[in-house]
């Protein structure tokens, strides 16, 4: 398993932000549904927000990278960025939960 994490540069509480929300709450299912997805969850800092996606293989993560909704989402997305994004694909080493 896999592990993408993506900080996008985009400013909560402010109007960019509020509609980076509604984005993602629009496209969060299609998302999840992606072959191979696991889980998808939104953070926010004080300045940014970060992705993290869990999937079962990067083949899976490239899929759903070529599918059409990373096609409508990421464009939209990258329209309310203040800077330049980073993204990190991780190894799943150990995964705890209570």
């Known amino acids: ?20 929300e509604e984005l993602f709450q629009t496209y969060k299912s299609a998302i999840l549904g992606a072959e191979g997805c696991q889980q ?18 990067e083949y899976d993560l490239n899929a759903y990278r070529d599918s ?19 993204a990190w694909t991780c190894n799943s080493i150990a995964h705890m939960t209570k």
């Open 1 to 20: 398993m896999i592990v993408r994490i993506v900080q996008l540069p985009i400013q909560p509480d402010t109007s960019n932000g509020a509609e980076f």
């Open 40 to 57: 998808v969850q939104l953070l926010a800092s004080n300045n940014c927000y970060f992705t993290y996606s869990w999937w079962t293989s």
């Open 68 to 86: 059409p909704t990373f096609g409508v989402v990421w464009p939209k997305t990258k329209a309310l960025f203040s800077g330049k994004p980073q």
